[in-house]
């Protein structure tokens, strides 16, 4: 017998709608591959940190993590990272190497055909 979860977080609940939104309009499967990511127990979220971030994604890339960013590690590349969360460290080791830490909100609206986008985690 399968357990069902319903979200809590109104902010949650609105990007998982939003993402499932875009990806049927936009014919983007990325969008609902993360919106998929996004409505599994918390626990189960990823953890990554900038080291892995770094190794791999490419400079021309959108990183999309679809749980939380951690410090450990630097970047070497200007590259564009969104999370459902930061550590402050690590919004600091991003601004500092050039590059942008997003919301995956903000991801969807500037691309919303989700190209060049790499999930990590």
Do not use: C
Not at 34 to 39: G, M, P, W
Not at 54 to 77: C, F, Q, R, W
């Amino acid at each position: 017998m399968s357990h069902h979860i319903q979200k809590t977080n109104p902010q949650l609940v609105s990007l998982i709608h939003e993402l499932k939104k875009t990806a049927i309009d936009q014919e983007a499967p990325i969008w609902k591959d993360i919106a998929l990511r996004l409505e599994k127990p918390l626990r189960n979220w990823p953890i990554v940190n900038l080291k892995r971030i770094d190794m791999y994604v490419h400079e021309n890339e959108t990183a999309i993590i679809p749980g939380k960013v951690l410090s450990p590690g630097t970047l070497s590349k200007k590259i564009s990272i969104a999370a459902w969360a930061f550590s402050d460290k690590s919004v600091e080791k991003i601004k500092n190497a050039g590059g942008k830490s997003l919301t995956i909100q903000e991801v969807l609206k500037k691309n919303p055909k989700g190209k060049d986008i790499r999930i990590v985690g």
